[in-house]
């Protein structure tokens, strides 16, 4: 007697063809229904079929992916609940991302917080064989299937790497044994980072200042620049010729300031994210008018004990550094003072939007090999 159809996954129409991919590549049968034919990308509530002799084999498939398995199993339907701090760290596969991968372990274990791996993947729309005339919709032609369906497949395929490697991370100790999880999406990079922030509320992001196949300078870091500007949390950007340290070897911080009073209150956020380690922190003032210079050493000394006295565990240093050959005179203080990270806040029309306005965030991003935190 025939296999009968069994519903799998109800799900939107691009993570149904992304789930009918990958069991097609693991051997099983997949149909997909309910599809609005005219605009099939804007469907939702789209059934993946297959037969039910074979749904023991594609629940093992799904249940074997994480990303799949929180996709699939849970339908995007969850019930809001108290959950465990997360850190979110946005990956392309590339040296540069597997890179904050490290670091947003680093961290994690250090905030008890969960890991979130997110993928972002761009590709043309994906259209099934359709029977009338495509040419007229301005329907891709369906030998571009074969391209799409590879891609999906290659992603599929380093994410099961990429956890595989993980997981002998925290075997043998590399990483810590903290729960992660991964979730692929297809977009926009910059604008899916930022979406998916605003839903599961991070605690911090973590990821590389340089990107896969990005060889131009003015390509690199566009995304994280993008995610610096806009991301509601903390960012933790990386260089790509940083150095890896452990999360407990970080001790010398240089926080920039500008005398606002959203700068106080941007340290403190940072102190009490990080309550449990030390650090010797390093006030920095830009400093753009000479005759302004006494003064404003006046201002950090006054910055300097009014924290000593909140903070009497840390150690405060100031310094000024002038604006102009800003990048060299940054990249000089850096290196002479040993400094872990660089520290800013990112409202507008402060340091920040002096350091790292379009032009020059870029420059700086790449100009140093010192990581650089943005604090909320």
């Known amino acids: 007697m025939e296999d009968k159809l069994v519903t799998l996954a109800i799900l939107t129409y691009s993570k149904a063809q992304i789930l009918k991919t990958v069991l097609e590549n693991e051997g099983i049968e997949a149909y997909i229904h309910n599809i609005n ?32 398995s929180s996709e699939v199993l849970e339908g995007g339907n969850r019930e809001k609940k108290e959950q465990a701090p997360v850190v979110l760290v946005p990956i392309d596969f590339s040296p540069y991302s597997l890179k904050a991968c490290d670091m947003g372990f680093e961290i994690a274990s250090h905030l008890n917080a969960t890991v979130t791996l997110l993928h972002v993947y761009f590709s043309p729309i994906f259209i099934p064989e359709l029977h009338y005339d495509t040419d007229s919709y301005q329907i891709p032609p369906v030998e ?32 810590p044994s903290i729960k992660y999880n991964c979730i692929l999406r297809e977009g926009v990079p910059e604008e899916e980072i930022l979406q998916q922030a605003k839903s599961i509320k991070p605690l911090i992001i973590v990821m590389g200042t340089r990107g896969e196949n990005q060889e131009n300078l003015e390509l690199i870091g566009s995304v994280t620049a993008e995610v610096i500007e806009r991301s509601p949390c903390f960012v933790y950007a990386i260089p790509e010729n940083a150095q890896f340290k452990k999360f407990e070897n970080i001790h010398k911080v240089a926080l920039f300031t500008s005398f606002d009073q959203r700068d106080l209150i941007a340290f403190d956020s940072l102190i009490t994210t990080f309550q449990h380690h030390n650090f010797e922190i390093s006030f920095i003032h830009i400093n753009s008018h000479e005759e302004k210079r006494q003064w404003n050493e006046i201002k950090l000394v006054g910055i300097k004990e009014y924290f000593k006295k909140q903070y009497p565990q840390l150690e405060f240093n100031y310094s000024i550094i002038d604006e102009e050959n800003l990048l060299d005179n940054l990249d000089k203080f850096m290196k002479e003072n040993s400094i872990d990270v660089m520290c800013t806040t990112n409202y507008r029309r402060n340091v920040f939007a002096r350091l790292f306005n379009p032009s020059m965030a870029k420059k700086m991003l790449f100009h140093t090999n010192t990581p650089l935190l943005i604090i909320k």
Do not use: C, M
């Open 144 to 175: 571009n299937v074969t391209s799409i369906k590879n891609t999906l497949e290659k992603v599929h395929n380093q994410f099961n790497e990429l956890t595989k490697t993980i997981d002998e991370k925290i075997q043998i100790g590399i990483y």
């Open 37 to 68: 034919l005219i605009q099939p990308v804007i469907s939702s509530g789209v059934r993946v079929r297959i037969k039910e002799s074979d749904l023991p084999h594609a629940l093992n498939i799904i249940e074997s992916s994480s990303w799949l």
